[in-house]
């Protein structure tokens, strides 16, 4: 059976389709735009450094520039050539390397999407779909050299079949997860507007307002949920009937048009998905279809089916239409299938199911420890985001102990120019009174400012003031700059409630209006000086920055609310308490460029006025950029805390994927190690400190701040005893 002859036609159209698709997405990578291609940015972007490699495949490098670049540009050429069959097993060939080593270059590349193209890919380089519809076969009849055939073995679009099968039921069987069966990801994703930002980007915001209390809403919610898991369990087998054929194939379309419009992240997944359903048609449908368009005519249904159907599911009706059977071929004969082919088909499958099958085996939940997910058609399963990772460098030889109680930089051992050396303080228990009288404090979203706490009884006002500061820092002498009290976050809320209210929206257009996002922010301030557990106070201070910064956006640069957000009183985003003594903020032009909030100059040309005072644990990933490439910083009672700043030796696609991935955690660990080593001859330790969000439950550590990554082994088919547990509670080292 597998090897009779049947008509090539549904496979040259899969051909066509899957090499417009492969051949779109490497032309992304290379297309120009004014900050240069992706695939520059990746692999020699400002400061990049390092390229995330999977186990065993470091060899995979790229070629430099401009060489990888041309290569990438010669796989679009492949892809297009492999969809009109011309050259076709040389163009197959090079469009499954130069596809795969794209992705395989770095593992932040990854998606699924990438997956199922190198599969499909890889199972059409094997196949005959040159022999229909191909510019070879052109050739070959216009020359008279070689009398083309237009059939292929029945094996090939069994093959084919068998693996969108497996792609579909194994991305339902992922889903049925306790996540996934109480409403997440779905509830994240349409409560945050991302399916009606995504369809007003397509249809106009005046087509899809009002959307968004459908979305929201748990029945809408529900429905989604469970309609995604039921649909891939079940639409492989529907669409391997004649019966239900044409139903799951109606129902396959809709459900990835859903996806492609309305949710973020499918890439080509869905274009890539419906081509491949089309090939469990009949083999000659193209030519059918055609013919059908050349004299429409509608067959009689079988009416109980059609009646059935359609009381049970509006597509239903489509039940009382059989897919037709393919027409015999009219030459060839058939020939049986080697037993090689068999063997290697066999092989080909059973290494599909073992790494569809193998997270379910591994102790620990996957979603959280991502042990096995990959390569296992996991698709849109969860919601994931990482804001609070930094990694710790262990070298006790950097420091050597200065009196009875301090600790300094080792000059011999740092062999670099003196390190720019913080303080560092926890803001809900910080204490005001205690404070030097000239400080910088660096924060999330308003950057490093400085600050002037006059002495006791003293005016933080006038002339008596401003000496005051000037004797504190002599570089002022001379220069213009203003005293300017703090404000207390509960003013700066009424400043925006205040602001907003004349606002009918904030930017992003049937989201949430003004009063929702001030609301939201009162929340998130309570949460944040309210709670004492690390997590949801982690949760709580990204919300609140998170909300400031969208009201920022809405509002001019000249409102009250923008120069109120300067001079808010310091830490107030990471759940500091009203300052209990007076506090103004030093502001400046001389040193200060104008439109920025992060204070820099001064470490050029000014000495610094004072301690520099940061809280690192209740800091986001993204207002690291402010800071050095090594953050060196005092602790109270033993020896400073080294910090390795990976935001300026990664692009942001990398650090999105270094975030929630442990063994992507582990990679980096090694590679600060071995450029630790390269840079002082010694390697060091390299513990990670990661916070995780998961399908909206609380933030939680992912990996142990207690273990060295950097020499920690990586367990491939097995649990890593370095992940810890979802909900595991430890206090940060």
């Excluded at 296992?376 to 990482?386: D, V």
Aim: charged share 15%; aromatic share 12%; proline share 8%.
């Amino acid at each position: 059976m597998l090897g009779q002859p049947v008509d090539g036609a549904s496979l040259a159209f899969a051909r066509c389709g899957l090499g417009i698709a492969l051949a779109t997405v490497l032309a992304e990578y290379v297309w120009p735009h004014a900050t240069g291609t992706a695939l520059q940015v990746l692999i020699s972007g400002p400061g990049v450094t390092w390229l995330q490699p999977y186990p065993g495949l470091s060899w995979i490098r790229p070629l430099g520039e401009p060489w990888s670049t041309a290569l990438v540009w010669l796989g679009v050429v492949a892809c297009l050539c492999f969809a009109a069959g011309l050259f076709y097993r040389l163009a197959a060939v090079l469009q499954v390397s130069i596809f795969t080593w794209l992705w395989l270059l770095d593992q932040s590349i990854y998606g699924n999407h990438f997956y199922l193209g190198s599969v499909l890919a890889l199972l059409f380089a094997l196949l005959p779909a040159g022999n229909r519809w191909s510019l070879d076969n052109l050739i070959q009849s216009a020359t008279g050299s070689v009398r083309p055939t237009t059939t292929v073995p029945y094996g090939a679009i069994v093959l084919l079949r068998a693996q969108m099968w497996l792609v579909y039921f194994f991305a339902g069987a992922s889903k049925i997860h306790p996540d996934w069966l109480s409403g997440e990801p779905i509830r994240t994703w349409f409560r945050g507007g991302v399916p009606v930002e995504r369809l007003a980007a397509v249809f106009g915001s005046q087509a899809v307002a009002g959307l968004q209390p459908v979305f929201a809403n748990e029945a809408t919610i529900y429905f989604f949920s469970y309609a995604g898991l039921i649909f891939d369990l079940v639409v492989g087998t529907l669409l391997c009937l004649r019966r239900t054929r044409a139903f799951a194939f109606a129902a396959a379309c809709f459900f990835h048009l859903t996806n492609f419009l309305a949710m973020e992240r499918v890439g080509v997944v869905a274009p890539l998905a419906w081509v491949g359903t089309t090939l469990f048609f009949a083999p000659d449908w193209p030519l059918a279809f055609v013919r059908w368009l050349r004299r429409p005519r509608i067959e009689k249904p079988d009416w109980p089916w059609f009646f059935a159907g359609l009381l049970l599911f509006p597509l239903g009706l489509l039940l009382g239409w059989r897919s037709p059977s393919a027409r015999p071929p009219s030459a060839d004969s058939s020939r049986p299938l080697s037993r090689a082919a068999l063997a290697v088909a066999t092989a080909w499958f059973a290494l599909q199911l073992f790494l569809s099958l193998r997270h379910f085996v591994i102790p620990g939940d996957g979603y959280w420890t991502e042990e096995g997910m990959r390569f296992s058609w996991a698709l849109m399963t969860r919601n994931k985001t990482g804001q609070f990772t930094r990694f710790e460098v262990d070298d006790p030889r950097l420091f050597r102990r200065q009196g009875a109680s301090g600790w300094t930089v080792d000059p011999v051992q740092w062999a670099a120019s003196p390190p720019l050396i913080y303080d560092e303080i926890d803001a809900p228990a910080v204490a005001w009174e205690r404070l030097p009288a000239v400080f910088l404090a660096c924060e999330p979203l308003l950057g490093e400012r400085c600050f002037f706490r006059p002495a006791a009884g003293e005016s933080g006002t006038g002339d008596v003031a401003r000496a005051a500061v000037v004797r504190l820092w002599p570089e002022l002498r001379g220069q213009e700059f203003r005293l300017t009290p703090v404000v207390p976050l509960e003013r700066l809320l009424a400043t925006a409630e205040h602001e907003l209210a004349s606002q009918r929206s904030l930017k992003r257009p049937n989201r949430e209006s003004f009063a929702d996002v001030l609301r939201a922010v009162h929340v998130r301030a309570r949460e944040v000086q309210a709670t004492d557990n690390p997590a949801l106070q982690l949760r709580a201070v990204r919300g609140l920055t998170n909300r400031l910064l969208q009201i920022a956006q809405a509002l001019p640069a000249s409102s009250m609310f923008q120069r109120e957000l300067s001079t808010l009183a310091p830490w107030m985003l990471q759940g500091a308490r009203a300052p209990s003594t007076p506090l103004f903020v030093i502001e400046g032009n001389a040193w200060r460029a104008p439109g920025e909030n992060v204070l820099a100059i001064w470490r050029q040309t000014m000495r610094r006025p004072g301690p520099e005072l940061v809280d690192l644990d209740r800091l986001e990933s993204r207002f690291w950029g402010m800071l050095p490439p090594i953050v060196i910083v005092r602790t109270q009672g033993g020896a400073p805390r080294v910090c390795w700043n990976y935001w300026l030796d990664t692009t942001p696609q990398q650090r999105e994927s270094l975030a929630i991935f442990p063994h992507v955690l582990q990679s980096y660990a090694a590679h600060v190690a071995e450029t630790w080593q390269a840079r002082f001859q010694r390697r060091p330790g390299v513990r990670a400190v990661a916070y995780v969000e998961l399908n909206g439950h609380p933030q939680a550590l992912l990996v142990d701040p207690r273990v060295d990554l950097a020499s920690a082994p990586l367990v491939h088919l097995g649990h890593n005893a370095w992940i810890l547990p979802r909900g595991a509670t430890l206090k940060l080292p």
